[in-house]
Every structure is written in C-alpha cells, then in structure tokens.
C-alpha cells in the first residue's frame, strides 16, 4: 500500500500556485520512491480521491480544496494524518497549521521536513446536518455573499488576471449593503449542559460559526478559538461597521472580541440555526446549495493535522 497521497490544485493561487505546484512535485520526486505516494491533479469542485487508503494526505491548494477532500475523507474507516501546503487565497486552515510561515521562511523542502518530522494537533471536525463536514468556519450573510460573487466572477471569465485577494476586496465593496432579511432563531447547549437561544434581528449582516482562530484569509474571530477543544464559537455580527472592524483584524492581529467587547458571541458543542426563506451560506468559503433550514452543527470528529 502506497503511504502517502499527494493532493494538487493547480488553478489554487493563480500563476503563483502553479509554479509552487512544480517545485513541490521535483521536491516529492527527490524523497520518495515512485512506490510510495500518489499523486492527483484536481480543480475546482472536482476531488476525486483513489479508494486507496493513506496514512498521510498532503492537499496543495487552497481552503477550497482542503473542504472539498474533506467531504471523501469522511467517508473513509480511519481518518489519515492531514498537512496543508496553501496556495488559495485565504488559507486560513494552512495558517493555523503554521505552514504558511513554514513556507515563507523555509520553503517546499521545509513543509516537507515537517511532513516527515510528523508533529500533529488534533483538529476538530464540524458537520451540518450530518451530511457536510468542515473545519474552518460556517456562515450565513455578507461574506457568503461576497463569495458567490467571486465564483460567478471566476465562471464568467472576468477574474483571470486580477489576484485573488483583489477580488475579495471589489466583492466586499460591491455587496457591503447586504444584510439578514428575516430572522434568525439560534439554541445551543453550553458546556455545563444548559440550554440557550436568542434571535437574531432582520438586518443582522453576519452569523458565523467558527473552529479555528482565523477567519476569511486571516481575520481574527474570536480569542476563544481553538481547534482541538471539541467546541466551536459562534458569532453575531450586527452592524455594518462591526464587519468592517471584523475584517480590519487581519492587520491588526488583534481578535474582534478584544476589540469588541459587546458583541454578540458564545461556545459550545452543538447548535442548532432556523429561519424562514433564503440566506447565502458558505463553508469554509466554499458557496454550495446548503439545505433548508433548520441547520445543525455538531463537532463530529478529529484527524491529525500535521503542523510546523
């Protein structure tokens, strides 16, 4: 059985990512025997793993492509050790895992070291009604939004020579008026069993449910956040200059909740989201047909992450 299961996007990252894809398959070539790994090319929307079992599953791409692998990698008996090598935009799941200052600093050869070297954390996994999974985050609003008018930029050929951070910058612009049109019911359970629930007012820009300490390509949540607590934190982002303040943290790499102190925020381990009508939704930035509601996020596992 081949050991290891190397993961490639291509089109992750622009040009960019297309000659870190190169030297990451030379550096792969140097290491290990053809009979010890397998490679796969994927695009957007399109991983399809080998039913082969791996203990180690290097994903080369963006958060997108690290979600999309998620979704098969559930459905396998063991969970395999996981290393992420960012060449998307945000990358936040590949920040946390510290591989991407691994890469500034040391490299290809160096996220490769640690691959070998093998230190991990358990990172929680979220499911959504039991039937998608996630690591990163959960969200309903403005930035789901934002994303879907980045993939229909991308599908329709108007983003080819713009990066992808510029983008997010136009989507963000073009849709800052967007806002919650219904209400939001939310229950959850605290840590000590309670049970809680709130409503969540017509006009709130933001709900996000979040696993890691970064969000959205390095904006900063939540200081709470840890991603192998078994616990997620949820939160509420009601005015339009809070989700301004929120995306302001990826400079000031301070967590909104340290600035923001009144905001609406809680952990726990279980949650459960209903509402009446529609609400553009987006999993670890991935936009999808999400089920109606109600929504149900649950932590439903863990997998070793590989970190630097």
């Given amino acids: 059985m081949k050991r290891t299961l190397c993961i490639i996007n291509p089109l992750s990252g622009g040009s960019a990512g297309d000659r870190l894809r190169h030297r990451l398959l030379a550096e792969i070539k140097r290491r290990l025997p053809a009979t010890a790994y397998d490679t796969i090319m994927t695009g957007r929307n399109a991983v399809r793993l080998p039913a082969s079992d791996y203990e180690t599953v290097i994903v080369a791409g963006g958060d997108g492509t690290v979600w999309q692998s998620m979704q098969q990698l559930m459905q396998r008996s063991a969970l395999p050790r996981v290393a992420v090598i960012p060449l998307g935009t945000g990358n936040d799941l590949a920040r946390a895992s510290g591989m991407i200052q691994c890469l500034r600093c040391h490299g290809i050869s160096g996220i490769l070291d640690a691959v070998e070297q093998g230190k991990t954390t358990m990172l929680d996994i979220l499911s959504l009604n039991n039937r998608f999974f996630f690591t990163n985050y959960y969200g309903i609003g403005i930035d789901a939004t934002v994303a879907q008018s980045i993939n229909a930029m991308r599908a329709g050929q108007r983003s080819l020579r713009l990066p992808g951070k510029c983008l997010y910058i136009g989507a963000g612009l073009r849709n800052a008026g967007n806002r919650l049109t219904m ?3 939310l229950v959850w359970s605290d840590t000590n069993g309670g049970q809680h629930s709130l409503i969540a007012k017509p006009g709130t820009r933001q709900i996000m449910v979040t696993n890691i300490p970064w969000y959205g390509g390095g904006a900063r949540p939540s200081s709470w956040c840890r991603m192998d607590d078994g616990l997620f934190e949820v ?74």
């Fill in 183 to 185: 209400p939001v019911a």
């Fill in 235 to 308: 939160t509420i982002v009601e005015q339009w200059w809070q989700w301004v303040l929120l995306h302001l943290t990826r400079f000031i790499n301070i967590p909104f909740d340290r600035i923001h102190r009144a905001a609406l925020r809680f952990q726990t381990h279980s949650l459960i989201l209903s509402w009446n009508g529609y609400a553009a939704g987006q999993l670890d930035g991935e936009t999808l047909d999400l089920p109606a509601a109600p929504h149900t996020i649950t932590c439903t596992a863990q997998l070793p992450l590989i970190i630097a």
